[in-house]
């Protein structure tokens, strides 16, 4: 189970949306918070997302602990990835999207984080979290390859916060290969399978060649990235 968000990732906005997403789990959550993203910006900013995401899932009554992965020799701790293999919750905060996938790839963590997956667990990413789940993310500048868990999507956070000038350059670059996903803020899509659902206070807009959608909280048509 994948849930790609918008933005709000530990605020009260978002505290009905991750409380649905771990009841669905089988045993009882257990979850990792990662600050990667944000791990050049300095062990202040680091230390404020690690605790913003202990106090709200404490607050959900789930067992948490944040760790921190914020370079490559950290990706590559065994006693972090044998902490991220024994959850069943991992949680990729926002921040830069280069960094935060040039920092997991083939690393330890990640096959972690992998292994989480294959046995029915959750992977949530907010902001810059989400947008390397796709085939490919925009890596300032260009499009950059993604973990792909989306083939043909490139994913947009903050799709109705940011300018359109920047949405327009994705769909741009995109061109008629890739479907563009732009998750609202506040918002998931939630990736099960061929199952997509949104949850949340806004919507999702799906663009590619066969036009332009938005879809608010309900399932999505499996064929949705079908373009």
Same mark, same amino acid.
Request: aromatic share 6%.
């Given at each position: 189970m994948l849930a790609l968000v918008g933005s709000g990732e530990y /605020?009260?906005?978002?505290?009905?949306? #991750?409380?649905?997403?771990?009841? &669905?789990?089988? %045993?009882?959550?257990r979850v990792v918070c990662l600050p990667t993203a944000a791990g050049k910006e300095g062990p202040e900013r680091v230390n404020y997302w690690s605790c913003l995401g !202990? #106090?709200? @899932?404490?607050?959900? %009554?789930? +067992?948490? %602990?944040?760790?921190?992965?914020i370079d490559r020799a950290s990706?590559?701790? +065994?006693v972090f990835a044998d902490t991220?293999?024994?959850?069943?919750? !991992?949680?990729?905060?926002g921040g830069k999207p280069n960094y935060l996938y040039d920092?997991? +790839?083939?690393?330890?963590?990640?096959?972690?984080? /992998?292994s989480v997956l294959d046995k029915g667990g959750l992977l949530a990413g907010c902001s810059a979290g989400a947008m390397v789940l796709g085939e490919k993310f925009f890596g300032f500048p260009g499009l950059k390859t993604g973990f792909n868990f989306l083939p043909g999507v490139?994913?947009?956070?903050? @799709?109705? %916060?940011?300018?359109v000038y920047v949405i327009k350059s994705v769909q741009t670059l995109a061109g008629r290969n890739l479907t563009v996903l732009g998750i609202e803020g506040n918002t998931a899509l939630v990736c099960s399978g061929e199952h997509y659902e949104v949850l949340g206070s806004g919507?999702? !807009? !799906?663009?590619? &060649?066969?036009?332009?959608? &938005?879809?608010?909280?309900? /399932? /999505?048509?499996? #064929?949705? @990235?079908?373009?």
């Open positions: /605020l009260p906005a978002m505290e009905a949306v #991750d409380s649905e997403l771990i009841s &669905r789990l089988p %045993e009882a959550p !202990v #106090d709200h @899932f404490t607050g959900l %009554e789930a +067992k948490v %602990e944040s760790l921190p992965v990706a590559n701790d +065994k991220i293999a024994n959850a069943n919750v !991992v949680y990729l905060s920092t997991l +790839k083939n690393s330890l963590v990640w096959e972690a984080v /992998l490139t994913i947009i956070p903050h @799709f109705d %916060e940011i300018p919507g999702v !807009v !799906v663009q590619n &060649r066969a036009g332009k959608t &938005r879809h608010t909280s309900g /399932l /999505l048509p499996p #064929d949705v @990235f079908m373009g």
